[in-house]
């Protein structure tokens, strides 16, 4: 095995790219940042939380997973019992969202045997993180296996970790997305006076990334770009392929297998079209200074994940999908402020009774995540007429 000691920068894998095969586009880019498997940004250490680049609201407040795991709960006694339960969550950071959710579901009489945790990871680094923060005992599977590593939380849960959402068992399922979407790569396009153009990155004379528009139509433009996606008087234009496939793969597996689906991002309804970007140490970045030190994203187009997952000529397996709504909306439709004023109750002191206020605040204010953050959900096709009755809590005013 090579010395990773020597292994090349990130910048110098991109700079050798395009001196061989000419400029990359945007999604490529991003799959080399993110993805590197030594160089790679999710391959370093505190990249969540307040020493690192960003942080999330599951490390903002036990409040949040708290509440995710109640509409969960509450939701499925629509359906089902919900028992034996498949937790699958892409993208899981440092696993703080899983460990309130268990805490919840234990309270509601959920035993080892009645759940089982899938974690969709690529970085070896945070599923390591994971691990350790999850399980007592945890061990890497042979390249035969389906998942890469298992492990068993304390109280004798099975987990689970996959490199792929396919190799995820196809049961009952609870699938969540939180700040996952954002991180898959775009291709990013401009409409120009001969059409739309893709936005390529390259090299300028001084050796340093910038961005070119292509002369003519890519690949990319001709497959991606159709309608409804350049519906509009749009002029700049995201599109993440993987991010469709996914939402097309959650849509039919909870419509075929059962479950529910909650995808929780900064995005919007299809109004933006230039949101690529980095931050470093929790301020915006340049992000193609760099590459591997700060964390590279971009809005969700809830819009586009519409598309992909609701019913299309000639597919068997669609989802109903509800939302998008705002952070603070979905919150306070769950009564949010309910289980505050207990953690208030609870708190030692003054100062942890503010702390605890301050966290809140951060989640629902409009001008922090509140309105910034927004979810969406899949329920199967067959649950219409139960939704109808039962309207989908936290996306419908009581």
Same mark, same amino acid.
């Given at each position: 095995? &090579?010395?990773?000691?020597?292994?090349?920068?990130?910048?110098?894998?991109?700079?050798?790219?395009?001196?061989?095969?000419?400029?990359?586009?945007?999604?490529?880019?991003? /799959?080399?940042?993110?993805?590197? &498997?030594?160089?790679?940004?999710?391959?370093?250490?505190? +990249?969540?939380?307040?020493?690192?680049?960003?942080?999330?609201?599951?490390? +903002? *407040?036990?409040?949040?997973?708290?509440? =995710?795991?109640?509409?969960?709960?509450?939701?499925?006694?629509?359906?089902?019992?919900?028992?034996?339960?498949?937790? +699958?969550?892409?993208?899981?950071?440092?696993?703080?969202?899983?460990?309130?959710? =268990?805490?919840?579901?234990?309270?509601?009489?959920?035993?080892?045997?009645?759940?089982?945790?899938?974690?969709?990871?690529? *970085?070896?680094?945070?599923?390591?993180?994971?691990?350790?923060?999850?399980?007592?005992?945890?061990?890497?599977?042979?390249?035969?296996?389906?998942?890469?590593?298992?492990?068993?939380?304390?109280?004798?849960?099975?987990?689970?970790? #996959?490199?792929?959402?396919?190799?995820?068992?196809?049961?009952? *399922?609870?699938?969540? $997305?939180?700040?996952?979407?954002?991180?898959?790569?775009?291709?990013?396009?401009?409409?120009?006076?001969?059409?739309?153009? @893709?936005?390529?990155?390259?090299?300028? @004379?001084?050796?340093? =990334?910038?961005?070119?528009?292509?002369?003519?139509?890519?690949?990319?433009?001709?497959?991606? +770009?159709?309608? &409804?996606?350049?519906?509009?008087?749009?002029?700049?234009?995201?599109? *993440?392929?993987?991010?469709?496939?996914?939402?097309?793969? =959650?849509?039919?597996?909870?419509?075929?297998?059962?479950?529910? %689906?909650?995808?929780?991002?900064?995005?919007?309804?299809?109004?933006?079209?230039?949101?690529?970007? %980095?931050?470093?140490?929790? !301020?915006?970045?340049?992000?193609?200074?760099?590459?591997?030190?700060?964390?590279?994203?971009?809005?969700?187009?809830?819009?586009?994940?519409?598309?992909?997952?609701?019913?299309?000529?000639?597919?068997?397996?669609? %989802?109903?999908?509800?939302?998008?709504?705002?952070?603070?909306?979905?919150?306070?439709?769950? /009564?949010?402020? $309910?289980?505050?004023?207990?953690?208030?109750?609870?708190?030692?002191?003054?100062?942890?009774?503010?702390?605890?206020?301050?966290?809140?605040?951060?989640?629902?204010?409009?001008? !922090?995540?509140?309105?910034?953050?927004?979810?969406?959900?899949? #329920?199967?096709?067959?649950?219409?007429?139960?939704?109808?009755?039962?309207?989908?809590?936290?996306?419908? $005013?009581?």
């Amino acid at each position: 095995m &090579p010395n990773l000691a020597d292994a090349p920068s990130i910048m110098t894998i991109i700079k050798e790219k395009l001196r061989l095969n000419g400029p990359l586009t945007v999604a490529e880019y991003m /799959h080399i940042v993110i993805t590197n &498997p030594t160089e790679g940004y999710y391959e370093k250490k505190d +990249v969540i939380g307040e020493t690192g680049d960003f942080i999330t609201s599951p490390e +903002v *407040s036990q409040l949040f997973g708290e509440m =995710l795991a109640v509409w969960f709960y509450a939701e499925t006694q629509k359906m089902c019992l919900g028992k034996p339960l498949q937790i +699958v969550e892409l993208g899981p950071g440092k696993a703080t969202l899983l460990i309130d959710i =268990l805490r919840v579901l234990n309270r509601y009489g959920y035993k080892a045997a009645d759940v089982s945790l899938h974690l969709v990871e690529i *970085s070896s680094t945070m599923q390591m993180v994971q691990a350790n923060r999850l399980c007592v005992s945890h061990s890497e599977m042979d390249l035969e296996s389906p998942h890469n590593r298992e492990g068993e939380t304390v109280s004798g849960i099975k987990v689970y970790w #996959y490199n792929d959402l396919k190799k995820v068992p196809n049961n009952f *399922s609870w699938y969540i $997305a939180h700040e996952f979407f954002d991180v898959l790569p775009i291709h990013k396009f401009e409409k120009t006076e001969k059409g739309w153009r @893709e936005i390529l990155i390259d090299l300028d @004379e001084n050796d340093k =990334l910038r961005y070119r528009i292509s002369a003519n139509e890519t690949q990319s433009t001709r497959v991606l +770009v159709r309608p &409804p996606l350049d519906k509009g008087d749009r002029v700049a234009l995201e599109i *993440s392929p993987r991010s469709l496939g996914i939402a097309k793969q =959650l849509a039919n597996r909870v419509d075929q297998f059962g479950g529910l %689906a909650l995808i929780a991002d900064y995005g919007h309804a299809g109004e933006k079209g230039d949101t690529f970007r %980095a931050f470093h140490k929790h !301020k915006i970045a340049d992000p193609l200074e760099s590459p591997g030190t700060a964390d590279l994203t971009a809005d969700v187009d809830f819009s586009q994940l519409r598309i992909a997952a609701s019913v299309a000529p000639g597919d068997e397996n669609y %989802a109903l999908v509800v939302g998008p709504v705002t952070q603070m909306d979905f919150l306070e439709r769950l /009564h949010a402020n $309910a289980r505050l004023q207990v953690l208030v109750d609870n708190a030692n002191t003054e100062n942890d009774k503010e702390k605890i206020k301050s966290a809140y605040d951060m989640l629902v204010n409009p001008k !922090k995540m509140g309105e910034r953050f927004k979810f969406m959900a899949f #329920y199967p096709s067959g649950m219409a007429r139960i939704l109808e009755k039962y309207p989908p809590l936290g996306f419908s $005013a009581p």
